[in-house]
């Protein structure tokens, strides 16, 4: 029989790529998902690329206790992959307690669910800002961590909630993956990153300039100690997420209790090698000026990502052009994104996460 996999969020961003992925391997997938930041077509764009649907779709929030628990009782889940969450740092500043609320508190009720229908293995999606203030080199799972905004205390939270959860109840197998940059969309153009306001991260920015719907981009910095003075960040292709978290349910069970793994590629890349890059694989220019540094960001952030090569044999395989291919395709057949649909703040998010 196939594994039943519920994810959480799986309308979003890094959800939808991995629902592809888990249904073009044969997994049945059950999404949780209120839209409080996502489409609801994202769902029929996920059964239209995989050739095949979703098992079901709840339209339920994670806080609801009763109401996932409905969800456990309906399904014969295997494993969870759980991403709902809010993401974006500048807004969990002035909403700490939606942020706690859904991303703390949204773990907790899923972790007493699962137990009560005794689902023992998790996928939590976690992430390189839980680093904060970083060190020089390339972050191992073992660098500090020093989170610096309460969305980055909120992941951090939840993987001291997991580990806590894990050193009691010993049947309980969960892998934490901290991702760093995810970017770039499904090759099929149908899936991609479809920021509501403002777009938070560079890469949708950016792909918004060169489609002409915002007039230029502004660069936080050049005068960082890189080589041409903007910040550098390790990107990775959401694709490779997606099969980073596939390729993790394979191992869930090698290990008793809570592991945690850096998703990256290990590579630096700077905004304006991010920007030429775009660029060229795009054909359109996108205008940019350099601003003053922004509060809170860092010189560069990328990960020594050895450890997840070394435990599951797994790498990334998809390099910065095919990030920029993709989601210059996305945006090019999704000027306007998916649809419009309810936020969580009354405006748009302002700036640009380092890393969310
Ligand atoms: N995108 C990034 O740069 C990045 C980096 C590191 C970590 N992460 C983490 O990865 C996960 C997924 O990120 P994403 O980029 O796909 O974000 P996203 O906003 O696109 O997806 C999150 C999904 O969760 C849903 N959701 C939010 N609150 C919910 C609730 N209470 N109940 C049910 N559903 C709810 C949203 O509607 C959305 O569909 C998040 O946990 C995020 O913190 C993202």
Request: proline share 6%.
């Amino acid at each position: 029989m196939p594994e039943t996999v519920l994810v959480t969020g799986g309308a979003g961003f890094i959800g939808s790529h991995t629902c592809v992925e888990l249904l073009d391997h044969g997994y049945e997938v059950v999404v949780v998902d209120n839209h409080v930041n996502s489409s609801p077509q994202a769902l029929e764009r996920i059964a239209k690329v995989a050739g095949r649907p979703l098992t079901a779709a709840h339209d339920v929030d994670v806080r609801d206790r009763a109401a996932l628990s409905a969800v456990f009782a309906a399904h014969r889940v295997d494993a969870v992959i759980h991403f709902a969450a809010h993401k974006a740092v500048g807004e969990s500043v002035s909403l700490p307690v939606e942020y706690y609320d859904t991303n703390v508190g949204g773990t907790c009720t899923l972790l007493s669910v699962m137990r009560r229908h005794r689902v023992r293995r998790l996928v939590f999606s976690s992430s390189c800002s839980v680093y904060g203030e970083a060190e020089s080199g390339p972050l191992t799972e073992h660098s500090p961590v020093a989170p610096t905004n309460p969305y980055a205390r909120t992941k951090l939270m939840c993987e001291q909630v997991l580990a806590d959860v894990c050193a009691h109840f010993a049947e309980l197998r969960v892998l934490a993956l901290r991702y760093f940059n995810p970017v770039g969309a499904h090759p099929s153009g149908l899936l991609g990153e479809d920021p509501r306001g403002v777009p938070d991260n560079l890469m949708p920015y950016v792909a918004q300039v060169a489609v002409g719907r915002r007039e230029e981009l502004s660069v936080f910095g050049a005068d960082y100690p890189t080589p041409d003075g903007t910040g550098v960040r390790d990107y990775i292709h959401v694709m490779d997420v997606a099969e980073g978290h596939r390729v993790a349910l394979q191992h869930l069970d090698e290990h008793s209790g809570m592991q945690v793994f850096n998703l990256g590629t290990g590579t630096g890349t700077s905004v304006l090698q991010l920007v030429n890059t775009f660029a060229r694989v795009s054909g359109r220019p996108v205008p940019h000026r350099t601003v003053g540094r922004r509060a809170g960001d860092v010189a560069a952030l990328v990960a020594d990502a050895s450890a997840v090569t070394a435990a599951w044999g797994w790498t990334t395989t998809r390099d910065l052009t095919a990030m920029c291919r993709d989601a210059w395709q996305f945006q090019q057949l999704n000027p306007d994104g998916y649809s419009s649909r309810s936020s969580l703040a009354a405006g748009p998010t302002t700036g640009e996460s380092p890393c969310s």
